[in-house]
């Protein structure tokens, strides 16, 4: 079973700053990587598939990258609508294992 | 637009049964797999069970596996979880989503509201 961990739980960052996320698989993924964010309240939303691909909609400031193991999902100049946690998640396995999520907050 | 209604959460008992159910709208619903996912509180989403757009195939994740069981009424556009023997760590909100195709394939690209499931005596 893949384990998904995500790196840090919190991360406090300045409007219009960088925000990056790390991911790390407990074993390779062969690219089949994605991320979600989920505001309070709400489900999770796709955002990225396949490491960099952005889903429908997902602003251009939203990137991911990355191979085997390790992945980041950049956030180039954070606004406020990005306050929310992300998840990454892997799908080459099943069960397709969820991290614990960084919760974005604005500084 | 695609929509996925879940109902059938709420409060029950430990070892007790509970079956969920999903309504599906605004796709082909017979061309997708759907997949049930539960989120407990504080926690991040974990994949407990998914079903072929035909219902042939199934698979669960161990923590449900034997007490949990997923179908589909392609019909009715629905999909269901028979939930028995339910424990403490059952409690969870759980959401209904459709997994993708082509490009998107095996993420999940549109997710219900989620229903409740509470485990308590």
């Known amino acids: 079973e893949i384990v998904m961990t995500q790196s840090p739980a919190t991360l406090s960052v300045s409007p219009g700053e960088r925000a990056s996320l790390s991911c790390r698989a407990s074993?390779?993924?062969?690219?089949?990587l994605a991320w979600y964010q989920q505001k309070p309240g709400q489900a999770p939303r796709l955002f990225i598939y396949?490491?960099?691909n952005r889903a429908s909609g997902v602003p251009a400031r939203f990137s991911g990258s990355g191979s085997g193991t390790e992945f980041t999902l950049t956030i180039s100049s954070l606004q406020s609508e990005d306050l929310a946690v992300y998840y990454c998640?892997?799908?080459?396995?099943?069960?397709?294992?969820f991290g614990q999520g960084t919760k974005v907050e604005i500084k | 637009q695609v929509q996925l209604v879940e109902s059938g959460g709420g409060l029950v008992k430990p070892g007790g049964s509970l079956r969920l159910a999903c309504a599906a709208s605004?796709?082909?619903?017979?061309?997708?797999?759907m997949s049930w996912i539960r989120q407990a509180p504080g926690k991040g989403p974990e994949c407990i069970s998914y079903?072929?757009?035909?219902?042939?195939?199934?698979r669960y994740a161990d923590a449900v596996k034997g007490r949990f069981t997923v179908s589909r009424d392609n019909a009715k556009k629905s999909l269901y979880l028979e939930m028995n023997s339910l424990g403490a760590g059952d409690t969870a909100v759980y959401y209904c989503?459709?997994?993708?195709?082509?490009?998107?394939?095996?993420?999940?690209?549109?997710w219900g509201q989620g229903t409740l499931v509470t485990v308590s005596s």
């Open positions: 989503a459709r997994e993708g195709r082509g490009a998107v394939t095996e993420t999940y690209d549109n």
């Open positions: 605004g796709f082909s619903f017979s061309d997708y797999y």
């Open positions: 079903i072929s757009s035909s219902g042939n195939t199934r």
């Open positions: 074993q390779n993924v062969n690219g089949n």
């Open positions: 396949g490491v960099s």
């Open positions: 998640q892997q799908y080459n396995d099943w069960p397709r294992a």
